[in-house]
């Protein structure tokens, strides 16, 4: 914009003699209708002096690095769109508050959805007892009839114990089994039923029992289809023939959450009056037939 014309002076008046230069203040004139730290006039050729925004070139001035300049128009808008204010840095400001609270409350409300779905977890960690119930004598509530026709006489007084408590539920019992005329026992029983309310067996489970011959020489470890989720038959037979050794043999299943073993044992010895166990091909059928009964007598 050109400078406006000067009125002439008439001829009539005195000259004017030249004033000295006015001193130069110590902060240069700054580009603004209202300087620090006193007025000065706008320059020439700017009417209207223009504010300017942080980042930017005031109107007339090259630009930043990178960036075109901008003709000294005072209307002209700036390529970026209104600018925000900035909160103070003290944060008093009421819109620079709710900045900062609306990003803390999504940040808490990020963290305790996480800290939900950590703590209560989905559907799937209940515990998953399949209607199955631990009594207090396993003794009488399971079948181990496939075992009476070898040994046909009853323990008059079997070892049982149950457990109660928030995390676990535990039916335990153990059976001398005899044969017709002997006055000692010639085999032992043993059967546990778990119920696991907290922890979910599984892993572990299947752990201690499909790698069992790793931590125990010389038994066999076969799968077992067709009962509860999962199941091990744990064997071994050390008689060889001969009229000593041992048969034993182990059956471990899981259902869900439950766990049940049914064991069996037999020792020979030069004192033991059963010289002839049923073998151990004949004690694994048996367990997995009983065992299937009971797990069926054990569910509600």
């Keep these: 914009m050109s400078t406006p014309p000067q009125s002439p002076q008439p001829a009539d008046q005195p000259a004017q003699h030249p004033q000295p230069p006015a001193p130069q203040p110590a902060v240069p004139p700054q580009p603004t209708a209202y300087p620090y730290p006193n007025p000065q006039s706008p320059p020439p050729g700017a009417f209207y002096a223009q504010p300017t925004l942080v980042g930017h070139p005031a109107p007339g001035q090259p630009g930043l690095p990178g960036q075109p300049g901008q003709p000294g128009n005072p209307y002209a808008q700036s390529p970026y ?3 925000p204010p900035i909160p103070p840095a003290g944060g008093g400001g009421g819109a620079g508050r709710a900045v900062l609270w609306a990003a803390v409350g999504a940040v ?3 963290a305790a959805w996480a800290a939900g779905v950590f703590l209560v977890g989905g559907k799937g960690d209940s515990a998953d007892l399949r209607g199955y119930s631990a009594p207090s004598n396993l003794c009488s509530d399971a079948d181990y009839s496939s075992f009476k026709d070898e040994y046909t006489e ?4 079997p070892t ?6 928030g995390a676990l539920d535990e039916s335990y019992c153990s059976l001398s089994l ?3 005329g002997s006055s000692y026992a010639d085999a032992y ?5 778990d119920l696991h309310k907290k922890t979910e ?3 572990e489970f299947t752990a201690t029992w499909k790698n069992y011959d790793d931590s125990h020489t010389g038994y066999d470890v076969d799968p077992v289809e067709g009962i509860g989720d999962e199941a091990y038959l744990v064997s071994q037979d050390t008689t060889n023939g001969s009229s000593s050794g041992s048969r034993y043999a182990t059956l471990a299943v899981r259902d869900g959450w439950v766990t049940y073993t049914m064991s069996y044992s037999t020792y020979l010895t030069s004192y033991d009056e059963d010289k002839d166990p049923p073998a151990l091909t004949d004690v694994t059928d048996w367990l997995k037939t009983d065992a299937k009964a009971t797990l069926r007598r054990l569910q509600d």
């Design 160 to 165: 049982h114990n149950s457990l109660k408590d």
């Design 108 to 110: 808490v409300a990020s």
């Design 178 to 180: 005899k044969k017709p």
């Design 81 to 83: 769109g209104p600018v």
């Design 201 to 203: 067996p599984g892993p």
């Design 154 to 157: 009853s323990d008059s007084s």
């Design 189 to 193: 029983l043993t059967l546990q039923l």
